[in-house]
Every structure is written in C-alpha cells, then in structure tokens.
C-alpha cells in the first residue's frame, strides 16, 4: 500500500505519493503546505479520506474522553 503526504492552501487538500518529490515540491512553490506527513491508502483519494476521518477522530476524542469519564463516574455513584 502506498503512503501519502498531504497538503493544504486555504481549504484545499492534496496527497501525493511520498516518492513523487517533483509534485511535493510544485505543492509547495504553490504556498501548499505540507499538513500531514504519511497516511497508508491505496490512492490519493483513499488517502484524503483517511485524513479526514482521522481529523475526525482528532477533534472528537476529548469529548468522547469527557462523555466516557462522565458515564464511569455515573455509573459508580449508582452502583453504591
């Protein structure tokens, strides 16, 4: 499976094959910026989406984290 770097300007996403250098470097002669360093896909499409999903699980891991905590200590006043 190949790997990916992916890249932003303004709202703009693109992955590229970490060996395809020549295109990193357009990218970034463009005012890309390089925002995630290697995603495993089969493509580049499969790698965005993978990036997404993991942006995803970024932002919502400390609510899940809070909400988890929550429903433990619930649980444990319950129980008592």
Do not use: C
């Not at 303004?10 to 295109?23: C, E, F, I, S, Y």
């Not at 499969?46 to 619930?74: G, P, V």
Request: proline share 1%; hydrophobic share 40%; aromatic share 8%.
């Amino acid at each position: 499976m190949p790997d990916y770097r992916l890249f932003q300007k303004d709202h703009t996403l693109k992955a590229v094959n970490v060996v395809r250098q020549d295109q990193q470097d357009a990218l970034t002669s463009e005012g890309y910026k390089k925002v995630w360093h290697e995603v495993h896909a089969d493509n580049a499409d499969a790698a965005l989406l993978r990036y997404q999903q993991m942006r995803y699980e970024e932002e919502n891991a400390a609510h899940s984290f809070a909400t988890d905590s929550l429903i433990s200590s619930l649980l444990s006043l319950i129980s008592r």
